[in-house]
Protein backbone atom coordinates (compact mmCIF):
# COMPACT_ATOMS: atom_id res chain seq x y z
CA UNK A 1 0.00 0.00 0.00
CA UNK A 2 1.28 3.46 -0.96
CA UNK A 3 0.30 6.13 0.94
CA UNK A 4 1.01 9.84 -1.03
CA UNK A 5 2.19 12.34 1.97
CA UNK A 6 4.03 15.31 2.40
CA UNK A 7 7.17 14.96 4.33
CA UNK A 8 6.47 11.33 4.87
CA UNK A 9 9.15 8.39 4.92
CA UNK A 10 9.68 4.30 3.74
CA UNK A 11 9.05 1.98 6.53
CA UNK A 12 10.42 -1.71 5.46
CA UNK A 13 10.11 -3.88 8.15
CA UNK A 14 12.51 -6.90 8.23
CA UNK A 15 13.27 -9.92 10.29
CA UNK A 16 16.23 -10.55 11.91
CA UNK A 17 19.21 -12.32 10.29
CA UNK A 18 20.58 -15.58 12.66
CA UNK A 19 23.87 -14.86 11.71
CA UNK A 20 26.72 -12.18 11.10
CA UNK A 21 28.03 -14.26 8.40
CA UNK A 22 28.13 -12.89 5.21
CA UNK A 23 25.36 -10.19 6.52
CA UNK A 24 26.03 -6.58 5.46
CA UNK A 25 22.99 -3.64 5.70
CA UNK A 26 22.78 -0.91 3.58
CA UNK A 27 22.54 2.50 5.04
CA UNK A 28 19.08 4.08 4.80
CA UNK A 29 18.38 6.88 2.82
CA UNK A 30 17.57 10.09 4.72
CA UNK A 31 13.72 9.00 3.85
CA UNK A 32 13.77 5.25 5.16
CA UNK A 33 13.01 3.85 8.14
CA UNK A 34 14.18 0.17 8.47
CA UNK A 35 12.76 -1.59 11.04
CA UNK A 36 13.63 -5.32 12.25
CA UNK A 37 12.29 -7.64 14.31
CA UNK A 38 12.83 -10.63 16.79
CA UNK A 39 11.05 -13.12 18.84
CA UNK A 40 13.73 -14.22 21.39
CA UNK A 41 11.48 -17.67 22.04
CA UNK A 42 12.41 -19.19 18.73
CA UNK A 43 14.82 -16.93 17.15
CA UNK A 44 18.71 -18.82 17.92
CA UNK A 45 21.46 -15.80 17.07
CA UNK A 46 24.91 -17.65 15.67
CA UNK A 47 26.62 -15.07 17.25
CA UNK A 48 30.05 -15.49 19.45
CA UNK A 49 28.68 -13.11 22.82
CA UNK A 50 31.52 -13.81 24.66
CA UNK A 51 33.33 -10.33 25.33
CA UNK A 52 31.16 -8.63 23.28
CA UNK A 53 29.03 -6.49 25.93
CA UNK A 54 30.68 -3.48 27.32
CA UNK A 55 31.57 -3.30 31.21
CA UNK A 56 29.02 -1.24 32.02
CA UNK A 57 26.23 -3.29 29.83
CA UNK A 58 27.44 -6.64 31.30
CA UNK A 59 26.74 -5.24 34.83
CA UNK A 60 23.39 -3.85 33.90
CA UNK A 61 22.60 -7.77 32.60
CA UNK A 62 23.79 -9.07 35.81
CA UNK A 63 21.26 -7.03 37.94
CA UNK A 64 18.78 -9.11 36.67
CA UNK A 65 17.35 -11.62 39.05
CA UNK A 66 16.33 -14.19 36.55
CA UNK A 67 18.10 -16.36 33.84
CA UNK A 68 15.37 -15.24 31.30
CA UNK A 69 15.53 -11.34 31.61
CA UNK A 70 19.56 -11.96 31.50
CA UNK A 71 19.15 -13.84 28.44
CA UNK A 72 16.66 -11.45 27.05
CA UNK A 73 19.05 -8.42 27.69
CA UNK A 74 22.01 -10.36 25.84
CA UNK A 75 19.84 -11.22 23.02
CA UNK A 76 18.67 -7.75 22.13
CA UNK A 77 22.06 -6.22 22.90
CA UNK A 78 23.95 -8.76 20.67
CA UNK A 79 21.54 -8.29 18.31
CA UNK A 80 21.26 -4.50 18.48
CA UNK A 81 25.62 -4.54 17.97
CA UNK A 82 25.24 -7.32 14.89
CA UNK A 83 22.93 -4.95 12.92
CA UNK A 84 24.82 -1.43 13.96
CA UNK A 85 27.78 -3.01 12.98
CA UNK A 86 26.29 -4.59 9.55
CA UNK A 87 25.40 -1.13 8.70
CA UNK A 88 28.60 0.75 9.85
CA UNK A 89 31.08 -1.42 8.25
CA UNK A 90 32.54 -2.75 11.45
CA UNK A 91 33.00 -5.51 13.66
CA UNK A 92 30.50 -5.19 16.98
CA UNK A 93 32.82 -5.36 20.01
CA UNK A 94 34.16 -1.94 18.53
CA UNK A 95 30.53 0.08 19.12
CA UNK A 96 30.42 2.17 22.15
CA UNK A 97 27.27 3.74 23.22
CA UNK A 98 26.48 6.89 25.23
CA UNK A 99 22.90 7.74 27.24
CA UNK A 100 20.64 10.87 27.38
CA UNK A 101 19.72 12.32 30.63
CA UNK A 102 16.67 9.89 30.89
CA UNK A 103 18.96 6.88 29.58
CA UNK A 104 18.17 6.41 25.65
CA UNK A 105 21.22 5.41 23.94
CA UNK A 106 22.68 6.28 21.23
CA UNK A 107 26.20 5.95 19.17
CA UNK A 108 29.37 7.28 20.73
CA UNK A 109 31.86 5.52 18.88
CA UNK A 110 31.94 5.46 15.86
CA UNK A 111 30.33 8.29 15.57
CA UNK A 112 27.79 9.20 12.76
CA UNK A 113 24.34 9.87 11.57
CA UNK A 114 22.67 6.74 12.25
CA UNK A 115 19.83 7.10 14.98
CA UNK A 116 18.45 3.84 16.34
CA UNK A 117 15.88 2.74 19.17
CA UNK A 118 15.08 -0.63 20.43
CA UNK A 119 11.91 -1.89 22.00
CA UNK A 120 11.13 -5.56 23.71
CA UNK A 121 8.45 -6.95 25.56
CA UNK A 122 7.54 -11.02 26.82
CA UNK A 123 9.91 -12.17 24.38
CA UNK A 124 9.11 -9.78 21.05
CA UNK A 125 12.02 -7.39 20.33
CA UNK A 126 11.78 -4.03 17.44
CA UNK A 127 14.72 -2.57 16.35
CA UNK A 128 14.38 0.88 14.47
CA UNK A 129 16.99 2.78 12.69
CA UNK A 130 17.44 6.14 10.71
CA UNK A 131 19.72 8.46 9.46
CA UNK A 132 20.20 11.70 10.75
CA UNK A 133 16.88 12.25 12.35
CA UNK A 134 15.52 10.67 16.06
CA UNK A 135 13.38 8.04 16.08
CA UNK A 136 11.65 5.29 18.67
CA UNK A 137 9.81 2.37 18.73
CA UNK A 138 7.60 0.49 21.23
CA UNK A 139 6.40 -2.68 21.26
CA UNK A 140 3.92 -4.42 24.31
CA UNK A 141 2.36 -7.41 24.65
CA UNK A 142 -1.84 -7.02 24.79
CA UNK A 143 -2.00 -7.74 28.27
CA UNK A 144 -6.07 -8.56 28.99
CA UNK A 145 -5.46 -9.21 32.92
CA UNK A 146 -5.22 -5.16 33.22
CA UNK A 147 -7.68 -2.33 34.10
CA UNK A 148 -6.63 -0.59 31.25
CA UNK A 149 -9.72 1.92 31.67
CA UNK A 150 -8.03 2.69 35.22
CA UNK A 151 -4.63 2.92 33.78
CA UNK A 152 -5.62 5.14 30.79
CA UNK A 153 -7.68 7.73 33.42
CA UNK A 154 -4.04 8.50 34.73
CA UNK A 155 -1.93 8.90 31.52
CA UNK A 156 -4.50 9.09 28.34
CA UNK A 157 -5.39 13.05 27.38
CA UNK A 158 -9.25 13.44 27.57
CA UNK A 159 -9.51 12.84 24.08
CA UNK A 160 -7.71 9.72 23.78
CA UNK A 161 -10.21 8.32 27.37
CA UNK A 162 -13.12 9.40 25.18
CA UNK A 163 -12.28 7.67 22.21
CA UNK A 164 -10.72 4.55 24.52
CA UNK A 165 -14.54 4.24 25.57
CA UNK A 166 -16.19 3.96 22.41
CA UNK A 167 -13.99 1.07 20.86
CA UNK A 168 -14.94 -2.67 21.17
CA UNK A 169 -11.86 -3.80 22.27
CA UNK A 170 -10.55 -1.67 24.74
CA UNK A 171 -7.56 -3.82 25.69
CA UNK A 172 -6.42 -3.74 22.11
CA UNK A 173 -7.51 -0.16 21.37
CA UNK A 174 -5.44 1.17 24.71
CA UNK A 175 -2.09 -0.98 23.90
CA UNK A 176 -2.49 0.72 20.45
CA UNK A 177 -2.34 4.39 22.00
CA UNK A 178 -0.05 3.28 24.48
CA UNK A 179 2.83 2.59 22.15
CA UNK A 180 1.78 5.26 19.78
CA UNK A 181 2.10 7.47 22.95
CA UNK A 182 5.63 5.63 23.99
CA UNK A 183 7.67 5.78 20.74
CA UNK A 184 6.64 9.60 20.32
CA UNK A 185 8.29 10.39 24.21
CA UNK A 186 11.11 7.95 23.01
CA UNK A 187 12.06 9.40 20.06
CA UNK A 188 12.19 12.88 21.36
CA UNK A 189 14.38 11.36 23.99
CA UNK A 190 12.28 12.13 27.23
CA UNK A 191 10.61 8.43 28.07
CA UNK A 192 7.78 8.65 30.62
CA UNK A 193 9.24 12.10 32.16
CA UNK A 194 7.36 13.89 29.73
CA UNK A 195 3.50 13.97 30.67
CA UNK A 196 1.39 11.46 28.32
CA UNK A 197 -1.23 13.64 28.56
CA UNK A 198 0.13 17.18 26.80
CA UNK A 199 -0.51 15.17 23.51
CA UNK A 200 -2.89 13.08 21.38
CA UNK A 201 -2.72 10.53 19.14
CA UNK A 202 -5.60 8.43 17.64
CA UNK A 203 -6.90 4.97 18.95
CA UNK A 204 -8.45 3.75 15.75
CA UNK A 205 -6.94 0.34 14.25
CA UNK A 206 -5.43 2.47 11.28
CA UNK A 207 -3.20 1.11 8.67
CA UNK A 208 -2.25 4.57 7.60
CA UNK A 209 -0.05 7.44 9.39
CA UNK A 210 -1.51 7.52 13.00
CA UNK A 211 -2.81 11.69 13.87
CA UNK A 212 -0.93 13.21 16.53
CA UNK A 213 -1.99 16.54 18.30
CA UNK A 214 0.59 18.51 20.52
CA UNK A 215 -0.06 21.04 23.39
CA UNK A 216 0.68 23.63 24.40
CA UNK A 217 2.77 24.40 20.61
CA UNK A 218 0.33 22.51 18.05
CA UNK A 219 2.66 22.77 14.93
CA UNK A 220 5.58 20.68 16.65
CA UNK A 221 3.29 17.82 15.23
CA UNK A 222 4.07 18.79 12.27
CA UNK A 223 7.55 18.13 12.55
CA UNK A 224 6.49 14.08 13.47
CA UNK A 225 5.28 11.12 11.89
CA UNK A 226 4.01 8.20 13.72
CA UNK A 227 3.01 4.49 12.67
CA UNK A 228 1.52 1.27 14.23
CA UNK A 229 3.33 -1.76 12.76
CA UNK A 230 1.96 -5.25 12.62
CA UNK A 231 4.69 -7.32 13.50
CA UNK A 232 3.59 -9.93 16.04
CA UNK A 233 0.26 -11.60 16.56
CA UNK A 234 -0.81 -10.03 20.23
CA UNK A 235 1.32 -7.45 20.20
CA UNK A 236 0.58 -3.78 19.67
CA UNK A 237 3.66 -1.46 18.33
CA UNK A 238 4.89 1.36 16.58
CA UNK A 239 7.72 3.45 15.51
CA UNK A 240 7.96 7.40 15.40
CA UNK A 241 10.00 9.77 13.44
CA UNK A 242 11.24 13.20 12.96
CA UNK A 243 9.87 14.60 9.40
CA UNK A 244 12.37 13.82 6.62
CA UNK A 245 11.97 14.40 2.65
CA UNK A 246 8.65 13.50 0.82
CA UNK A 247 8.02 10.45 -0.49
CA UNK A 248 5.51 7.22 0.44
CA UNK A 249 5.17 4.89 3.14
CA UNK A 250 5.00 1.31 2.30
CA UNK A 251 3.31 -1.42 4.76
Known sequence: MIISSIKTANVTVRECPHTAANFVCSMPYQDEIHVWHALTAVHQLDLDTDGLLSRDEHARMMRFRFDNDRNNFLFCRS???????SYLG???????????????PSLAEPSGNLQFNLSHSGGAVLFAFCTERRIGVDVERVRRDLNVQEIAGRFFSDAENRALRQCPDAHEAFFRCWTRKE??????GEGLSCPLETFDVSVADEENQVSLTTRP???????????????????????????????????
Open 183 to 188: AFVKAR
Open 90 to 104: TFPVELRFAYSAHGK
Open 79 to 85: MLRMLLA
Open 217 to 251: DPFEAEGWQLWSLNSFPGCAAAVAVESGKSGGTQF
